[in-house]
Nanobody, 116 residues
Framework: QVELVESGGGVVQAGGSLRLSCAAS????????MGWYRQAPGKEREFVAS????????YYADSAKDRFTISRDNTRNTAYLQMDSLKAEDTAVYYC?????????WGQGTQVTVSS
């Protein structure tokens, strides 16, 4: 059974940090692009960051640049999102995503709440 399980969300004060993890099971992430998306209340899901299968390239939304860092450990079958200097507008449910050709998997999401 293919599954992506996010963890590490919670409540943090503005300026604080959180590290999200995305643990995959039922498949190996080694050949997949891994990404993070988020959805705030009343808004559409938006791209946050992604990382190539080998970690060689990373991409960030403008809102995440210089504050968030995406990484992966293929040996642990896990992807990460380090979030620093958090702002109230970062409050959202964060979703992990894995993609390779026609294969497309999503996690169930983890809530991140930043209090100002």
């Amino acid at each position: 059974q293919v599954e992506l399980v996010e963890s590490g969300g919670g409540v943090v004060q503005a300026g604080g940090s959180l590290r999200l993890s995305c643990a995959a099971s039922g498949f190996t992430i080694g050949s997949y692009t891994m990404g993070w998306y988020r959805q705030a209340p009343g808004k559409e899901r938006e791209f946050v960051a992604s990382i190539r299968w080998d970690g060689g390239s990373t991409y960030y939304a403008d809102s995440a640049k210089d504050r968030f860092t995406i990484s992966r450990d293929n040996t642990r079958n896990t992807a990460y999102l380090q979030m620093d200097s958090l702002k109230a507008e970062d409050t959202a449910v964060y979703y992990c995503h894995a993609n390779r050709a026609m294969y497309d998997y999503w996690g169930q999401g983890t809530q991140v709440t930043v209090s100002s």
